[in-house]
């Protein structure tokens, strides 16, 4: 069995209230695993614990119980750190930089040089789509080039793991569309992805795997097709099935001459299946 891209067992982040003998729960006994090759969501309001727990994955944050691994290495550790590309929600940039002077500051920070570094820039360059604003100071960009470049500048030393903190935050929707566009090539090319979102039908069109988190709990996780199939019933999708089909489409389809195309279980969408669980956690006494 390959070992995982993300491992986290066990983990509690609490905070104390200054001046007073309280503490808060940031996270809850969390567990994890995000095999690697694949994207997971990790969804949950604000105040829910997902980005606390990509910062103690990160080594920006210590936790205050439980472990977390990066590859099988223990992520406390910055050489586990190697194989991360990391874009926060608001990712700062030196505004009177060029897009690629960018990632030329970036790729000499992680070691890169020369001819490697000049076919790098103008590889990530072309795969976020920014080849026109190659030369273009980045105080002028909006907010979904922004993201965009800054996907560039996480990709720069080639990464295994990709962690995105709501790469989609503030962005407009061709913005985000181009930005489901980049996650979804980047999983084609063998990266894992570990996300947050709070935009559930983007979230729903790229992950594999989804965890929703409420108050610092794990409250549903599975497979994307799992959480939104409703148990117990089926779909049947024919073609060309005159009325009467109805009643015995089972047993007449073939006879009918209709073409049955596939029998499949109908889906919630990923929001109402988030809504239902942080409900669920609030009405716990």
Not at 71 to 76: A, I, K, P
Not at 109 to 124: N, P, W
Not at 196 to 215: F, K, N, P, Y
Request: aromatic residues 6%; positive net charge.
């Amino acid at each position: 069995m390959s070992t995982p891209a993300v491992s986290i067992t066990g983990l509690t982040k609490l905070y104390p209230i200054p001046l007073r003998r309280q503490k808060v729960v940031a996270v809850k006994d969390l567990n994890l695993e995000v095999p690697e090759g694949q994207v997971y969501g990790l969804l949950g309001p604000n105040g829910s614990g997902k980005s606390t727990t990509l910062k103690i994955l990160l080594g920006l944050v210590t936790a205050t119980h439980g472990e977390t691994k990066i590859f099988g290495e223990d992520s406390r550790d910055y050489r586990s750190h190697r194989e991360v590309g990391f874009l926060p929600e608001n990712p700062y940039f030196y505004k009177y930089l060029t897009a690629e002077e960018t990632l030329r500051f970036y790729g000499k920070i992680c070691g890169l040089s020369g001819k490697v570094l000049d076919a790098r820039i103008s590889e990530l360059l072309a795969l976020v789509s920014m080849e026109d604003a190659r030369h273009r100071r980045v105080g002028g960009y909006s907010k979904g080039m922004l993201q965009r470049i800054g996907l560039a500048q996480a990709l720069i030393q080639d990464p295994r793991l990709l962690v995105l903190d709501e790469p989609t935050a503030g962005v407009d929707p061709l913005g985000s569309r181009q930005i489901r566009d980049l996650i979804l090539e980047l999983k084609k090319r063998g990266k894992t992805v570990l996300l947050t979102s709070h935009l559930l039908e983007q979230v729903q069109e790229v992950c594999d795997r989804v965890g929703i988190m409420a108050r610092g709990v794990m409250m549903r996780e599975g497979r994307l097709e799992e959480l939104v199939t409703i148990e117990g019933q089926t779909e049947y999708l024919v073609e060309n099935a005159p009325p009467e089909l109805a009643a015995k489409i089972a047993e007449l389809a073939a006879a009918s001459g209709a073409k049955f195309l596939a029998a499949r279980k109908p889906e919630l969408t990923l929001e109402r299946v988030f809504l239902e669980a942080a409900e669920a956690h609030h009405k716990k006494p």
